[in-house]
Structures are given as structure tokens and as C-alpha cells.
């Protein structure tokens, strides 16, 4: 391995670490939800929103289910830079410290036409998703929307001509999925200013301030003012300070009163409620336990974030599908990426297992759509003394629990052969079970103060989750 790949794996390295220790900050502010008092459940901390911050929030915790796009110039490249491979997808520019001006021309041949905003839309809408984010501007600096503020972007720049984050902001309104953009607002390797570009303007001086000033803050406005979104997805916040963080915030709000922001707004010290909504997890790795605030897992559907010819390692629509229940009985949701071909398709590998996701959730989405967490937690695991040091030990992922007010949802994920569950006690008690998706396949319970045992019939119901419909006496 040469010693330049090295180093860029090293700092990858350490900037993951940064994101979960962060992460860990993060969730140690926010506290408990009492809702699920009923059930004995255990305490996750201290979450205290305003009615106003509830309700602001409650379609995004009802949603659970989103479609994350990364599509830029990048999507241009398609893992390839002059014919050879290259690492990184939306990250190969800086990766490879490619020439800025070369990077630059790739605007002059970016040109989508096969795009139709109703199109992917109504595949979010099939594959059971409720919301979407896609970059509205990476860290290349590239705007994917029509930009008074430069005219590096998609309307000015490419033969193009159209801007397809407005023609994707009126697909979600016919078609009733909420919109949400993703914007890098530090990072940006066009600005000698922005954040991260170390090589194409050796000897100058950063001026973080200027870059915010006279191109993030002005864009996030147009962004406000001209699509209205529901989410505002910020990512990599280097150099982003309280202040800024916060001044960004109010700006927003004070054009888009009910946006949602995401806790990637800052590094550091999290500001939480009431400037940021929802808690991120690591990319493609999920919170261990319980959150008691809102959280959102954001995955790959292969191991690229943008489109690249050659990665064709797609992950199995039952490991994407056990990320959503796992996620949702954990109080969290699960923006899965696609990432579109610089013509502006959704390729067959992602529209087939979307599609096959979303015939699960056409039977199964009563257990997934506005549930809340799980009654127990100790599914997950637990932390167990080894050699003197306490680990934390997951447990075999055999099944994952959803609830609703007086019901119980158990997502059974690998059914069992001997016909047997074993589930921890509940507080309530369990009046009868039944499978969702066939009311006639009566499940035998025996509860004690000890735990509760389900007898399920021999065969599971469903490919991947059957799900055993547990209804609790008032
Ligand atoms: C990372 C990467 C970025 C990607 C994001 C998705 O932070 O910097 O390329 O957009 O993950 O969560």
C-alpha cells in the first residue's frame, strides 16, 4: 500500500472516531420518553422537548423510512477518473487531490437526461419510504440546484439547464413524500475559503468566515426560500461554532418555522433541542441500544454513498430490512442511500430490493409506521465483565420488538424451529397473539414474572420478519 493511501486511511480512521464519540455526546443529552410507561420499559435518559418541538418532530418519528441520494458531479466519474478506478465516489476529489480546474469541467458534459423527478419519487413512494434527502451540495461544492450565489451550479454550469432539486421538491408535494436537503455546509473544495481543500491553493490563508458569509449562509436561504424543506441534512461541520451553528438555525426557522435539523449541524459539544431535532448515528452503524430523542441511521445500499460502475456489492434486502426494524425499536428511522447515474437513472440492483422492501412493509407496515421502541432492550445486548473489563456483548439479532399503545410487536427475524420465543417479563399482561399478516395463525403464550414464551405456528409467514401481534388487556 503506498504510503499516501495510508495516511488518508489513517485520518479516515480518526475522523470516524471523532463522528462516535461525538455521537456519544449526543445522545447522553437528550432524556426519556414516558409514553412507554405502560410496559415497564427501562429508562434511556432524559429527552424533554416543548409541545411545540413534539409536534414539530412527530411526522419524521412516524416516518421511519427515507431515501438518502447522493448525486453530484461525482456521479459524473462513476468510480473511474480518465479510465482508471478511483476511491472515494463523492470523496475522490479530495482523495486523490485531483486538479481543481479538471474536477471543474466535468459540469461541461454533466447532463441527466434520462431524470424524472415523478419517477424516482413514486419508487421512494413503492419502496414504503415517507421522506427524502439528497445533496442539494457535497464537499466538492458543486450546487445540484439553480444558485444565485455562484454560478458553479447545475442550471448555469452544465448543458443541463434545469435545476432537478425544484422539479424533485413539486414531485414530493404531488405525491406526498416530505422533502429534505442535504447541504455540506464547511466543507466545500471549490473555495479556497471552505473547509478541506488543502492542495489546490498551497501559502493561502482561510477565511472561515468568509466562505460562510458569502456562500453557505446565503445558499442555505435560497435553499429556504425556494424549496421550503422539511429537513435541513448538514454533515462535517469543521469550524462550525456555536454561534454560527445556532445563527444558521434562526435563520432557517425563521423562514421554514417547522424545519427539522440534524445533529451533524456542529462537531463537539452537541447543541440538541431547540436548535437540532434528531440525533445521527454512525454512517451504516446504527445505535447499540435505545435512544430516548429521535435518531436516524443513514446506510448505504452498497458500500458507495455515490454511483460507481464497480461496486456492485449490494447488501441483501433482509440485512436492509432487519437495519429498519432494528433501527425503529430503538426509536429511530433509516434514510437508506441511492445513488443515481450521472444520466439521472436509479439503476435495477437498488430499485429491485427497494421494491422488494417495499412489499414487506405493504403487508408489515402497521409494526413499522408510527410505532415506538421496543418494551424491553436487553435484545440488543448487554455489557458482560471479560478479562477484568466490561464489553458490551451483542446478542444474536433472533428477533426485535415494536409497540403501539396496547399492543406489542414482535419482529421475529429468525424463526425458530422448535416454534419457540423467548422474550423478557412485561409489566402488562399479554391478552392474546396472533401473526400480523395471518390472523388465523394463533400464537400460545405463557407469561410469568420471569419472562414470557411464545408458541408459534411451524412455518414463518414471511420471507424475511414475520411479525407475531401481541395484544396487551387494558
Ligand atoms: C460522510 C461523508 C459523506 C457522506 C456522509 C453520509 O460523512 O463525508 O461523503 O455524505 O457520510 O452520511
Known sequence: MKITRKIILFMLFISQLTIKQQVLAQTAQFGEMTKLDQFGAPSVGDYKPTEAEKQRVAWFRDAKFGMFMHWGLYSQMAGYWKGNKILGGEWALKLSKLPIEEYRALANDFNPVKFNADEWVSLMKAAGMKYMVITSKHHDGFSMFGSKVTKYNIVDATPFKRDPIKELKEACDRQGIKFGLYY?????????????????????????????????IPQIRELCENYHPAILWFDTAGEITQERAEQIAAMARSIVPDILI???????????????????????????????????????????WAYKKWDTDFRPVNELLFNLVDAVSKNGNYLLNVGPTAEGEILEPYSS???????????????????DRTPFGNEFGEYKVIDGKKKYVEAPANWRCTTKPGIVYVHVINWPKDGVVHLPALKAKIKRGYLLTNPKAKVKIKQTAEGITLLLPKAANEDFATVVKLMLRN
Open 262 to 304: 440534524n445533529s451533524r449541524i456542529k462537531l463537539g459539544k452537541p447543541i440538541g433541542l431547540p436548535v437540532t431535532d434528531f440525533n445521527g448515528s454512525g454512517d451504516n452503524e446504527p445505535f447499540r441500544e435505545v435512544q430516548a430523542a429521535p435518531w436516524e441511521l443513514c446506510g448505504t445500499l452498497n458500500r458507495s
Open 184 to 216: 455540506s455546509h464547511a466543507q466545500d473544495w471549490n473555495e479556497p475559503d471552505g473547509y478541506g481543500n488543502t492542495w489546490s491553493w498551497p501559502g493561502y490563508k482561510r477565511d472561515m468566515n468568509k466562505y460562510l458569509d458569502e456562500k453557505a
Open 353 to 371: 430490493r427497494l421494491l422488494e422492501i417495499g412489499k414487506w412493509l405493504k403487508n408489515n407496515g402497521e409494526a413499522i409506521y408510527g410505532c
